[in-house]
């Protein structure tokens, strides 16, 4: 399996998915951006050309599909990289400090050369309805 996956040779289905989608989206990103109520008209257009072209022919939108898909890749992986080290160093750095600082060990990881075994017992359960309450 590949690290990057681009679709290179969308269904008849996705391509009529990414027409109903273009309709939404163009006039949408033209919005947020704020641009002029032309530009979002033009979009609009746009979209509901690719909608209908979606699903009246939709092999003739595969290149718009295609090209999208080549510029959104690199897109993607760059804020996927982002996103897992702002993760990383937001929670899970703060969150080891906070443990080592305390000196906490939730896994019980430290070695005790005066033990014979890890095993710890587990208690017997005598209540069978503690079987139907998952807490």
């Known amino acids: 399996m590949p690290l990057l996956d681009i679709n290179l040779n969308p269904t008849s289905r996705q391509l009529s998915q990414f027409g109903v989608i273009a309709l939404v989206a163009l ?17 609009a257009a746009i979209g509901l050309t690719l909608a209908v072209l979606g699903f009246v022919a939709p092999r003739s939108i595969s290149p718009v599909f295609i090209v999208i898909m ?9 804020v996927g ?20 600082v305390r ?3 939730p896994l019980l990881r430290e070695i005790d050369k005066n033990q014979n ?4 017992p587990i ?11 998952q807490s």
Request: aromatic share 18%.
């Open 117 to 120: 075994t890890y095993w710890q």
């Open 27 to 43: 006039p949408l990103i033209g919005w947020i951006w704020s641009a002029g109520t032309t530009t979002i008209l033009v979009l």
């Open 103 to 105: 000196r906490k060990d």
């Open 70 to 78: 080549l510029i959104a890749a690199p897109i993607g992986i760059v």
């Open 81 to 100: 990289e982002i996103s897992i080290a702002i993760i990383y160093y937001l929670l899970f750095v703060p969150l080891g400090l906070f443990f080592r």
């Open 123 to 133: 208690e017997e359960v005598t209540d069978v309805s503690s079987y139907f309450r």
